[in-house]
């Protein structure tokens, strides 16, 4: 069953009318000449919307802001947030908007979310804008990881809004209709606990425990389990993060999610030559965000949830503070078990195997890839034809032969699984040149790149000869890659 008439999508606004104090009631800037750029049919089947009926005159408007279901309530959400270290006690939604809740038909409650819909009362000085390739970017960027089955956000479309938007030059301007199964962000807490209300910070936790870890409810300290249970989706997200090599640029605490997914795909890039001190985002200079940054960032990041949630964890600060630091204790324990998980699958390793011997196996992996500069994604493909006995076009991504071939032969004594190696280490990624590529194409006018594009990220297991390009690294004459925040 779908819903045919967008006028008629029932949206919720539980965060609306639980959380008051952190909605602003709002609506998007009327979009003088909305096109749609690209829908995501297969998740508005999944959201129960007809994608034909989003498609129409009728469906774009809803995914612009411009009409909105009746009994909607769209409200910029309030957020605080320590950005590259230092804190910011009133950020949100400078340029998105939460349309609203929607209960998909299997039960789950999904936030329906605008982003670029205009200036909001939390704009500051942006102009509550967004230009095509970055939304495009978005959209290609999540759908790939949800491809890869990373939890993340998703993008439902991307309407060219037909209004320029000023950056270094005038570009299309764009908006993004965004899924995910919530807004919090730690962020969030930070906002809550910051505003000195400890009746808003409580509602906060329960809101947060309804949608995301029903479980913490009954839990002696339910706000401890809360942050126990946030810890445990972070630290699992981020060795995803890490095992496919995706950086995300900018994890500021109001970019980490309470649920767990993926956020705010600005900056973000996947590696190509495997390097742990790999940064691309323009702005940050001391590799603060940078790839091999990312897990010991994250626990900071989750250290100030805790610093949030203290009022709630105990009346005694000393004790509240003494359990909250007990259950970040857990982060790294549970990164590793990921990490090592996650790499005894990439490495085709069977489960016998003691941790330590995949760790030693993985360790002495990396220092190959760091030292001769290995794609990292080619190579982990590459590993299963080494699997099946076709070592050469993997062995020739390395300078170091002697050393490649010392680790191959203790490696391949293991009976590695080359096609469990194939189920989890993905041909394509979004690499840095094609995405490049697709959206200068689509900001001058033609999706088709972007299309292709998508058509490989979307299925990145499967391996498509007719795809070769998208398999392949970036030419020589790529030079360095930059990303940029908040365009
Ligand atoms: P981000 O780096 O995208 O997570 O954004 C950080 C903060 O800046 C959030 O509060 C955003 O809403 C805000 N922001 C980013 N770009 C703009 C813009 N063009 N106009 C208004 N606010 C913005
Ligand atoms: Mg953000």
Redesign the pocket.
């Known amino acids: 069953m779908s819903v045919a008439l967008p006028s008629t999508v029932p949206l919720g606004h539980r965060f609306a009318d639980e959380l008051p104090e952190m909605a602003v009631p709002w609506q998007a800037e009327e979009a003088p000449d909305p096109q749609l750029l690209v829908l995501n049919e297969p998740l508005a089947a999944e959201l129960g919307l007809d994608p034909a009926a989003l498609r129409g005159a009728a469906g774009v408007r809803l995914l612009v802001g411009a009409d909105v279901p009746a009994g909607a309530t769209p409200v910029a959400q309030a957020?605080a947030?320590h950005?590259f270290g230092g804190f910011n006690p009133r950020?949100?939604?400078?340029?998105?908007l939460l349309l609203g809740e929607l209960t998909d038909p299997a039960g789950r409650l999904r936030d329906l979310h605008l982003k670029?819909s205009g200036?909001?009362p939390?704009?500051?000085?942006?102009?509550?804008?967004?230009a095509v390739g970055p939304m495009l970017r978005e959209y290609v960027v999540s759908e790939a990881m949800h491809a890869l089955g990373i939890p993340t956000t998703r993008a439902l479309a991307v309407v060219a809004t037909g209004r320029p938007v000023r950056r270094e030059e005038l570009l299309p301007g764009a908006l993004l209709a965004r899924v995910a199964s919530s807004h919090l962000r730690v962020g969030s807490f930070q906002y809550a606990a910051a505003s000195g209300d400890l009746d808003l910070l409580r509602r906060l936790a329960d809101h947060a425990i309804a949608r995301h870890h029903p479980e913490a409810a009954a839990a002696e300290r339910p706000a401890l389990a809360l942050f126990e249970s946030v810890v445990a989706a972070q630290a699992s997200l981020v060795a995803q993060w890490m095992l496919v090599g995706f950086v995300h640029g900018?994890m500021?605490t109001?970019?980490v999610t309470i649920s767990g997914e993926t956020i705010?795909y600005?900056p973000c890039a996947f590696l190509d030559a495997f390097d742990p001190a790999t940064v691309y985002s323009s702005i940050d200079t001391g590799g603060r965000y940078a790839y091999g940054n990312q897990p010991v960032v994250a626990e900071w990041d989750l250290a100030r949830l805790a610093e949030a949630l203290l009022p709630l964890i105990d009346d005694d600060q000393e004790r509240a503070i003494a359990l909250a630091v007990d259950a970040l204790g857990a982060f790294r324990p549970h990164y590793n078990a990921a990490w090592t998980a996650g790499m005894r699958t990439k490495l085709g390793l069977p489960e016998g195997l003691d941790d330590a011997v995949v760790g030693a196996f993985a360790d002495d992996l990396l220092v190959l890839l760091q030292a001769d500069h290995v794609d990292h994604t080619s190579f982990y493909r590459g590993l299963g034809r080494v699997a099946r006995g076709d070592a050469e076009p993997t062995r020739n991504l390395f300078l170091d032969l002697a050393g490649f071939d010392a680790w191959v032969e203790r490696w391949r004594a293991t009976g590695p699984d080359a096609d469990a190696m194939d189920r989890v280490n993905p041909v394509y990624v979004p690499r840095n040149h094609l995405v490049e590529e697709a959206l200068t194409a689509a900001t001058g006018g033609d999706l088709a790149p972007l299309h292709g594009l998508l058509d490989a990220v979307t299925r990145p297991f499967d391996e498509r000869p007719e795809l070769a390009r998208y398999a392949e690294p970036a030419p020589v004459d790529f030079g360095a890659y930059r990303t940029f925040?908040?365009?």
């Open positions: 957020y947030g950005q950020l949100g939604d400078g340029r998105a670029g200036r909001t939390f704009a500051r000085g942006g102009d509550g804008l967004a900018v500021n109001d970019n705010d600005g925040c908040g365009t």
